[in-house]
């Protein structure tokens, strides 16, 4: 169970990226349409950059008990 926290938080801000698509359907101007894509985008590099980290700290992890091992 470790950094079931920062999953929490990737799901949280996965929900402000789909509430930013409904604020971009919805917009009456520029402003708010531009807003909720950029809440979207933001929400998807940030959800992807997450990723990634955890998939680098798992091999940083595996490395190391690797070489302990031998």
Partial sequence: MENT???IVCGLVGLTGILGLFLAAGAVDGGFYF???LLFG???VFIFANVKNAFDEAETTAATSDEQAV
Avoid: E, H, I, P
Wanted: hydrophobic share 65%; aromatic share 34%.
């Fill in 5 to 7: 926290g920062r999953w």
């Fill in 42 to 44: 933001f929400a998807v």
């Fill in 35 to 37: 807003f909720g894509l």
